[in-house]
């Protein structure tokens, strides 16, 4: 007799076997779980994703990755944004009084360089912001892979069958 139907199963994710449910020759019906694999280390990636995440939307200023504030609302770029805006109104004054003769030109270029340096911070915190909008953007991928990771530790049968063939142990896959 041959079997009409054979499928050679294995695990979505890595892990060591803790629990082998069926043996050699078992009947088993579909769905039914076969091997328990170790899912701590699936937690640990679980936990660890969506810590990273949350750390994301803190540095992003947001309470949730559906309710983002548009990036030149995120706190850098407002601190950055004030700062600039700090500096060009000093910058403007030091003109006026350039002009009026009032300081000195190393001032002046002091005042000038100050403003650039503060452009290039503003300039810099709404690139962070875009940066961390992307982290925030493949979050949900990640978190998804290892929630379903976390999910499969159990390898269940696609079909009730005889379990002809068993390559994994418990302690070994």
Request: proline share 3%; charged share 30%.
């Amino acid at each position: 007799l041959a079997a009409q139907d054979e499928v050679t199963i294995s695990p979505q994710a890595e892990g060591v076997v803790v629990k082998v449910m069926a043996d050699l020759g078992d009947l088993v019906k579909a769905g039914q779980p076969l091997i328990e694999l170790d899912a701590e280390k699936l937690r640990y990636n679980l936990d660890q994703q969506k810590a990273m995440l949350a750390s994301v939307l803190t540095k992003y200023g947001a309470t949730s990755a559906t309710k983002l504030p548009a990036e030149k609302d995120t706190p850098d770029a407002r601190r950055a944004e004030a700062e600039l805006e700090q500096a060009r109104q000093a910058r403007q004054r030091a003109v006026e009084m350039s002009n009026s003769k009032l300081i000195s030109q190393q001032a002046m270029d002091d005042a000038d360089s100050v403003y650039k340096a503060k452009q290039a911070t503003y300039d810099s915190a709404l690139q962070t912001a875009r940066n961390l909008k992307s982290e925030i953007d493949v979050a949900p991928a990640a978190l998804n892979l290892a929630e379903r990771q976390r999910d499969t530790a159990n390898i269940r049968a696609p079909l009730g069958a005889a379990a002809q063939d068993r390559r994994g142990t418990r302690g070994h896959l």
